[in-house]
């Protein structure tokens, strides 16, 4: 499937396809085989630590695919005059699950719960899903981070879902490809929780409303307040500063683009 050229947006470069075409090109890749490819699902939450942690930007430079996952930054696109689609990663795991996995295809899950594991297996029918209990403190655990690679790479897999956070199962993905692993892999985060049914994801009109981080915040207010709260605003700072990069770039170089490449 040819995808439209990627779009430089707050310094990051994305891919803008929806959660079906990103599903749909997933898919393809998983059927044709061959080197080991991931996507990365930049949200509010990345774009911030990003600001912090620049070092962490060739996680994404190195994706096959990179996802706008927040309808917060799709609107701050639009703003821009960009056509930047929500492609949230838990809609793209349920496509797959629903439209394009099959039976007999091997499925790789890195973190989550056993539960969710035998859940997953017996609601879509599949016969070769295989679980990793990912060790904790992966982003700081070199050999941690090696044991899940070692097992995407003794398990030849179709798709590989890493839900282990961010940025640890970005951190995976970039040593797996390098690894010389195999299959098509996404940074998935809760998506699985929530398809497994382990968690409860927010009701469609507040999804549409782009107010899902509400409803989660609701939900797990210890464990969330930080990061919607005292981290998440800080996106209207780093929009704005990037605008102004944009506004002067244009005024030294009229009539060239620089939103897109």
């Known amino acids: 499937m040819l995808s439209p050229s990627r779009l430089s947006f707050l310094d990051l470069d994305f891919d803008p396809l929806d959660a079906f075409m990103a599903?749909?090109?997933?898919?393809?890749?998983?059927?044709?085989?061959?080197p080991f490819a991931y996507v990365a699902t930049p949200n509010v939450d990345?774009?911030?630590?990003?600001?912090?942690?620049?070092?962490?930007?060739?996680?994404?430079?190195?994706?096959?695919?990179?996802?706008?996952?927040s309808?917060?930054?799709?609107?701050?696109?639009?703003?821009s005059n960009l056509a930047l689609p929500c492609a949230p990663g838990a809609d793209i795991v349920e496509i797959l699950f629903l439209g394009h996995i099959r039976p007999d295809d091997v499925v790789l899950v890195v973190g989550g719960s056993q539960s969710q594991a035998d859940?997953?297996?017996?609601?879509?029918?599949?016969?070769?899903?295989?679980w990793f209990d990912a060790p904790h403190g992966l982003r700081a655990n070199a050999a941690a981070r090696a044991?899940?690679?070692?097992?995407?790479?003794?398990?030849?897999?179709?798709?590989?879902?890493?839900a282990v956070g961010s940025p640890q199962q970005e951190m995976i993905a970039r040593e797996a490809r390098d690894a010389g692993c195999t299959g098509v892999a996404i940074c998935c985060g809760a998506?699985?929780?929530?398809?497994?049914?382990?968690?409860?994801?927010?009701?469609?009109?507040?999804?549409?409303?782009?107010?899902?981080?509400?409803?989660?915040?609701?939900?797990?207010?210890?464990?969330?307040?930080?990061?919607?709260?005292?981290?998440?605003p800080r996106i209207f700072g780093i929009w704005r500063r990037w605008q102004t990069d944009q506004r002067r770039s244009s005024a030294k170089s009229p009539g060239m683009a620089v939103s897109s490449h």
């Open 191 to 232: 998506a699985l929780e929530f398809l497994s049914g382990e968690t409860r994801r927010a009701p469609r009109w507040m999804q549409q409303s782009r107010l899902e981080w509400l409803y989660r915040l609701g939900s797990e207010p210890g464990r969330l307040w930080r990061r919607y709260i005292v981290d998440g």
């Open 23 to 34: 599903a749909q090109a997933m898919a393809d890749r998983a059927r044709r085989g061959g």
């Open 46 to 69: 990345h774009m911030v630590r990003l600001e912090n942690q620049p070092e962490l930007r060739s996680l994404y430079d190195h994706a096959w695919l990179n996802l706008c996952d």
């Open 147 to 162: 044991a899940c690679v070692d097992f995407v790479r003794s398990n030849p897999a179709q798709y590989i879902f890493l």
């Open 71 to 79: 309808r917060i930054l799709e609107v701050f696109a639009r703003v």
């Open 119 to 130: 859940r997953l297996r017996a609601d879509f029918g599949l016969k070769n899903l295989r």
